[in-house]
């Protein structure tokens, strides 16, 4: 059987096609990519670079977002969750792009950016379920979300289940289980799920 050379020309052309090849899936990649809209950071804050701030009564990130597209002199924001003390929902307009740094106070982003709410499967972010209670009661501090999911799953009368995080029911988070399931509607500071 014979041996096959290919000559170094030959071989120069094929590699240049190849390299087009590449060049050519990275530019598309890159334009797939520029095309995808920015989202904000749930869990994250972006300190410093403050501007402008506002109580945010709605207690809704979404209308931080929205101040933000509104203000030319704004690159980027950071909405805070009402406090435990009773304060309202803070939207900060900053002029940089500061850093991030996780913290469950907020949700930050950049001008342009839509908030878009983390998907868990079995829970129902910023989804309050009104009605059907079975009954309701007062986390204790730093149980969040799981905590009442999982009374609701312990109850077997309970078929849903919505949360509330500190500052929009009450000082504490609260904790509502439902015997019945009751269709969604958005709130923002409630969490909603379906157990059975």
């Given at each position: 059987m ?18 087009a ?26 300190p ?12 809704d990130?979404?209308?931080c ?28 307009l ?18 342009g ?36 999911k ?23 988070a609260?904790c ?21």
């Open positions: 014979g041996k096959c050379r290919l000559s170094g020309a030959v071989m120069a052309e094929a590699l240049a096609k190849v390299l090849s590449v060049l050519a899936c990275a530019t598309l990649l890159s334009l797939a990519l520029a095309s995808v809209p920015a989202r904000a950071q749930t869990a994250f804050d972006r410093g670079g403050d501007y402008f701030s506002a109580p945010v009564a709605s207690g990130p979404e209308d977002a929205l101040l933000c597209e509104r203000d030319r002199r704004c690159r980027s924001w950071s909405f805070s969750y009402p406090d435990v003390e009773g304060g309202s929902a803070v939207c900060w900053k002029n940089t792009v500061p850093s991030r740094v996780p913290g469950s106070c907020c949700i930050s982003g950049v001008r950016a839509g908030v878009i709410e983390p998907r868990v499967e079995g829970v129902e972010t910023s989804i309050d379920r009104p009605g059907g209670d079975l009954r309701n009661f007062e986390l204790k501090e730093g149980e969040g979300v799981e905590a009442c999982a009374a609701c799953t312990a109850d077997n009368k309970c078929r849903a289940f919505t949360y509330a995080r500190p500052g929009y029911t009450g000082r504490e609260r509502y289980l439902k015997k019945e399931i009751k269709p969604p509607r958005r709130k923002a500071g409630f969490t909603s799920g379906v157990v059975r």
